[in-house]
């Protein structure tokens, strides 16, 4: 699997959005963009993923660029509640037998501020 | 919601003793994973099992064993459990095919080793 590069940490005001980006320049054309976050104390929960279309769902954007090697995850309306380390995977999506796993770097920690 | 149960949120043991770590998911998934965390390290992964009765080494399988008798069960063995096993351990599972990015992970079994 690829590996990512994500900055330590970031600050964000509550209300606003916040963007948090992800480079992955060896990224291959069968693998996925994975994002993750884990609230403190908590396990991780799973936000988004995408190929190369830009998706949306009920929690988060992911906006790949066209050449794949970099994404931006974004909370459109930060909450305080949003604070935790987010973390960008990338990975073949569909692979069998040792290639199930995940591998998670040291992710962003976002801090939402009043 | 998908639910997946880890049987203990906190436990202490003494130098020797023999863990068990029970996670149990409720979503019929074919897939189910052993992480540790500790602070500074991320997750890794201990073991994982994509079928009932098949297992396949993490990155970190030494000192651990696992047991998945059923498809919704899958419990991670300390045989002799040492200080260094003091950690965050995080069961997830999650369906396989395209789907087998998306883990659904546990609350977290926090172990501490005397």
């Given at each position: 699997d690829a590996k990512t590069t994500q900055p330590p940490s970031m600050d964000c005001a509550e209300g606003r959005a916040a963007n948090l980006p992800c480079n992955h320049?060896?990224?291959?054309?069968n693998e996925y963009v994975y994002w993750y976050r884990q609230i403190h104390s908590q396990g991780p929960q799973y936000i988004i993923h995408g190929l190369k279309n830009n998706e949306t769902n009920e929690m988060a954007s992911l906006i790949i660029t066209e050449d794949r090697k970099s994404s931006t995850l974004i909370l459109p309306h930060a909450t305080l509640r949003d604070t935790a380390v987010y973390y960008c995977i990338v990975r073949?999506?569909?692979?069998g037998g040792s290639n199930y796993k995940l591998t998670f770097g040291k992710g962003t920690l976002l801090t939402v501020n009043p | 919601d998908v639910k997946v149960t880890q049987s203990s949120r906190y436990l202490v043991k003494r130098t020797g003793e023999k863990v068990f770590l029970e996670c149990v998911q409720?979503?019929?998934?074919?897939n189910m994973f052993w992480y540790r965390q500790d602070p500074g390290l991320g997750l890794r992964l201990i073991y994982f099992s994509y079928d009932v009765k098949m297992k396949e080494k993490g990155d970190i399988p030494e000192g651990y064993s696992v047991s998945r008798e059923k498809k919704e069960r899958f419990s991670l063995i300390l045989e002799s459990a040492s200080t260094n096993q003091t950690s965050m351990y995080l069961c997830a599972s999650s369906l396989l095919g395209?789907?087998?990015?998306e883990l659904f992970f546990g609350e977290g079994s926090r172990l501490t080793v005397l």
């Open positions: 320049s060896t990224i291959s054309g073949v999506a569909d692979s | 409720d979503m019929d998934h074919e395209l789907a087998a990015g």
